[in-house]
């Protein structure tokens, strides 16, 4: 059983940048990928990133509309991952979810374990 927390969320400017935080319990947090989701009032859930860890590698996986400005790292000894989001525009306001999965997939049904989202508005 893995529990997800996320933090860092909050109210910023357009242009400006926020770091989220997901924590997540357990002893086994390196074997699973990690992925990012988002919803924005009245859409579904998309996928923002996600990222793996095999090998002592990493890699990134990120929807076109984030790439290059949004980057998702891991700290496996701190048992987190985080979402770095700089230059956000207003269609980045949205509940940000963390899940951790077998796989660094896009799809909802390929992660295992939710956190509760934290909430990031965008102002203009």
């Given amino acids: 059983q893995v ?3 996320e933090s860092g969320g909050g109210l910023v400017q357009a242009g400006g940048s926020l770091r989220l935080s997901c924590a997540a319990s357990g002893r086994t947090f390196s074997s699973y990928a990690m992925g990012w989701f988002r919803q924005a009032p ?8 996600a990222i793996s860890w095999n090998n ?6 990120y929807t076109d ?3 290059g400005r949004f980057t998702i790292s891991r700290d496996n000894t701190k048992n987190t ?5 700089n230059s956000l525009k207003s269609e980045d306001t949205a509940v ?16 295992t374990y939710w ?3 934290t909430q990031v508005i965008v102002s203009t």
């Avoid at 009245?42 to 990133?49: D, I, T």
């Avoid at 002592?56 to 996986?61: C, D, E, Q, S």
């Avoid at 991952?81 to 989001?85: E, G, P, V």
Wanted: charged share 20%; proline share 5%; glycine share 14%.
């Fill in 56 to 61: 002592f590698r990493t890699a990134t996986y």
């Fill in 115 to 117: 956190g509760q989202g």
């Fill in 3 to 5: 529990q997800l927390v």
């Fill in 42 to 49: 009245g859409r579904e859930r998309e996928f923002v990133g």
């Fill in 96 to 111: 940000y979810y963390c899940a951790a999965g077998p796989r660094p997939a896009g799809i909802e049904s390929d992660y």
């Fill in 65 to 67: 509309s984030v790439k």
């Fill in 81 to 85: 991952t985080y979402l770095q989001m």
